[in-house]
């Protein structure tokens, strides 16, 4: 069996700081904007690692309502409130929830998991990702089926359609620019990176299941641009709640629970 370890930081929004797997780290240390939590800061800044980015990625809260928050410890469960709802994260823990069928990882794979509850009224509207910067060479590569639909986004105006292919897909040397897709009804992409593949399965039955990617080949921010690259599943078909049409977003079921189960995992590749 593969190592497998996750770290988390409650008080810098729930971010995961550390996901090492098949012997790397795979997870970006980030820029270096900031040292230590962003609890009550009102513009988002890059920490790297994974953020939790809940009601909406793009758009207000800008990366969601989550990243600057401190999040409890039970035990078992990490949890958060955001207005009138409660979001809680299991990591790598407890019995399988029964409320729905979740993802099983594969016996012969280094894997973390992540459960997921959401409390809120039924009929909620969110888009959650787990917004992912990895920490890959020059020449990896995001791998998604054939044929899955891709909604591309300029720096202004709506998503286009847009076409996922090799040369989006792949991290390539620094050329200015920066790109964000959502590839719709997309629940698993594998990244390959030196000799190694890195799998995020997202399983949440009924519900929009996507995979979002932002390759950023030094052109963000403005002024002072690097090199990052994203790679999110998430519950919805928009980056920005706000903008979501028929189908876009998740909702809350009758009973006011959804539950949702992340796994990665790591094999060579």
Do not use: I
Request: proline letters at 8%.
């Amino acid at each position: 069996m593969v190592s497998a370890t996750v770290g988390v930081d409650l008080r810098d929004g729930g971010r995961w700081t550390s996901l090492h797997l098949g012997g790397a780290e795979w997870l970006w240390a980030g820029p270096g904007l900031v040292s230590g939590p962003r609890t009550g800061r009102a513009v988002f800044t890059d920490a790297g690692g994974l953020d939790e980015c809940f009601p909406t990625v793009r758009g207000t809260p800008d990366h969601g309502g989550l990243w600057n928050q401190v999040w409890t410890d039970d035990g078992e469960w990490d949890a958060v409130r955001w207005d009138d709802v409660v979001l809680r994260r299991r990591m790598n823990g407890g019995t399988r929830p029964d409320a729905a069928p979740l993802a099983v990882p594969r016996a012969d794979t280094g894997a973390v998991w992540a459960d997921y509850e959401l409390t809120a009224p039924p009929g909620y509207q969110f888009v959650w990702a787990a917004h992912a910067l990895l920490d890959c060479a020059v020449g990896a590569s995001v791998d998604v089926p054939d044929k899955t639909a891709c909604r591309l986004y300029p720096d202004e105006g709506p998503w286009v359609e847009g076409d996922w292919s090799s040369t989006l897909s792949t991290y390539g040397p620094s050329d200015g620019t920066a790109v964000g897709a959502v590839l719709v009804d997309c629940p698993s992409a594998t990244v390959r990176d030196r000799g190694m593949a890195l799998t995020f399965e997202l399983s949440c039955p009924g519900q929009p299941v996507s995979t979002a990617v932002w390759r950023n080949l030094e052109g963000f921010p403005a002024g002072a641009p690097y090199r990052s690259l994203g790679v999110e599943p998430m519950l919805g078909r928009v980056f920005d709640l706000a903008e979501a049409g028929p189908g876009d977003a998740a909702v809350v079921p009758d009973g006011g629970r959804l539950t949702w189960r992340l796994v990665v995992s790591a094999r060579p590749a």
